[in-house]
């Protein structure tokens, strides 16, 4: 067993190098490489899933030096397992569905090195069983996502959406490092278990752990796009779509739920569950909000993920370990199939991603409209639908908690019943209705069957299926059952908003789009448009401070003391040169009677010192 976890760890890595000097002699070869690559992994774990019993537990060192050791151990268990199918699954289908997309690309062998690099640092994350292992396939993403997202950097918006990604994320990682050496500091052990056992335990001070815990959750906010670090994730989706499909949708921003996931015993004991549901209930509201006005096809899905996952968030900040966790595992697979229906339709439609060109495309695009259907379904919350089921735990689970009831209770709800609004717009204006644009509408044409439509046909039906099996998900991957509190008409109500919502979206968007546009030309429409549209100004004033505030305060203070100190300080030396010269010069004259004079006064001083140290 241990052989196949290591041929997991390494094979991506090894794949990835394959990948690039192959597809340097037919760029064919790269997709092939990853093909095979991105399928073997994908069996690999499905091997360890109907093997598994009991967690696999293997414990190595990076090195030792005498009683101080740094680890680097393996901790697979049933929500490592989870994570692991996620991964490799839809990077399977993902790497498929990029034969397609990406075949007319220049650069295909950096592509799929790049994707692959990436699986394998999301699977040593995940199988990580201490801190240090999980911060190193933390990094490994970090560091593929920034080559993936600016991957045609060639242009400007894509490198420039690259950088921001880095620095949004790397902010992050600061306190992820800095609560591992406070974590180490603390308890001499970076072991997750271990540390989940100790604050079960007592054995950790509650104050220093609920501040490890928020240093952490920062990083997971950062990572997992969450208010405020949410604005590299928009626009993240200037790189290929089956980026955001795997890194922006389905895996690398599932990596912040997952550590606080990791760590719930550590949260519960540190009662810092509340600041986790907080956060995750203003970005789940933000992100609902702003996705109700995008234009561009990625961002309604963009701010999309970002309420999604804040529901996630919710769910475990509310105490529903299951609840969190088994959305998490619903969104990822709708998620995943939205943006590659997105990316199925935006290369049939010449690459343009504006909706309000679109329209009429699912009598074209036949069965990719029905795929996205599905996962549009799913996001909703309908039922039989996956989606229903975590997301109707979570908002009952938020009702029912004393801390959540209130304000992020509210913010949960409206944002639930939002999504199946924005959704319904994208579909609407997307594959309903008459034809906006009817010269890009004559180069539709269906895409291929077995590259494009047949990925988008598995994930339909999984996240279909799945909402059958929601109970033994939610058990599996949490060791508890998705037991929600029961609150009288709930369910019908919140069934009955939703539906009322589709509805009026059909009829605003479809039937009355003419409506639509005069509604959004007037004043105060435009106005709440404008700060929808712009994420409520998150990143101007983000940067706003760290331009005028940190840099500008900085790079001030700076200045001042290089000219008042360090030139200050050079410039002084020519003066005080010839203060010193002036002074000497007095005793330094062209007379011999001066010069014997000024040695004897010297002589007389020198006996005169060494006489009174004799003395002393």
Known sequence: ??????????????????????????????????????LTLFVLTLKLFVEYTQPLDIAMHWFSLGDFSIPFGIYIDQLSLVMLLIATGLGFLDVHFAHDYMAEDPHQPRYYAKVLFFIGGMILLVSAKDMISLFTGWEFMGVASYLLIS????????????????????????????????????????????????ARAGEIDQHKMYLVAVFIFI????????????????????????????????????????IVARLFDFYVAAEALLVVAAFGAVSAFIGATSALVQRELKKVLAYSTMSHLSLAFIGLGAGSLAAGMTHLVNHAIFKALLFLGAGAVIMMASHVKDMWRFGGYGKKMIFVSIAMAFGALSLSGIPPFSGFFSKDAIIATSLANPQTEGLIATLTF??????????????????????????????????????????????????????????????????SPLDEPHIPGLFFGLLSVIALLGLIVYYYYVKRLDITQ????????????????????????????????VVGSF??????????????????????????????????????????GAMLYGIVILLLALFIGGLL
């Open 151 to 198: 991957f045609w950097h060639e242009k400007k918006d894509p490198a420039d959406a690259g950088v921001s990604a880095f620095l949004f994320t790397r902010f992050g990682d600061i306190f992820l490092f800095a609560a591992i050496g406070i974590l180490f500091y603390l308890t001499n052990t970076l072991d997750l278990m271990q540390l989940n056992a100790m």
């Open 219 to 258: 990083a997971a906010i950062g990572k997992s796009g969450q208010f405020p670090l949410f604005p590299w994730l928009m626009r993240a989706m200037e790189g290929p779509t089956t980026v955001s499909a795997l890194i922006h949708g389905a895996t690398m921003v599932n990596s912040g739920i997952y």
């Open 414 to 479: 409206i944002a639930g019943v939002l999504s199946a609004a924005y959704i319904s717009r994208l579909w609407f204006l997307t594959f309903a209705g008459e034809t906006r644009d009817v010269a890009l509408y004559e180069k539709v044409k269906a895409p291929s069957f077995f590259w494009i439509t047949l990925p988008l046909l598995i994930m339909a039906a999984l996240t279909l299926f799945m909402g059958f099996f929601q109970e033994d998900i939610a058990q599996f991957v949490s060791g």
């Open 1 to 38: 067993m241990n052989s196949f976890v290591f041929l997991l760890l390494i094979l991506p890595m090894v794949g990835a190098l394959l990948a690039f000097i192959l597809g340097k002699l037919n760029s064919r070869l790269a997709f092939w490489t990853a093909e095979f690559v991105s």
């Open 555 to 596: 790079a001030r203070a700076i200045f001042w003391f290089d000219v008042n100190i360090v030139d200050a300080a050079v410039n002084g030396t020519r003066s005080l040169s010839l203060k010193v010269f002036k002074h000497l010069q007095k005793i330094h004259t062209a007379y011999a009677s001066d010069n014997s």
């Open 518 to 549: 005069k509604i959004a030309a007037q004043p105060l429409m435009k106005a709440i448009h404008t700060l929808l549209f712009n994420g409520y100004f998150i990143e101007f004033f983000i940067h706003y401070f760290v331009r005028e505030i």
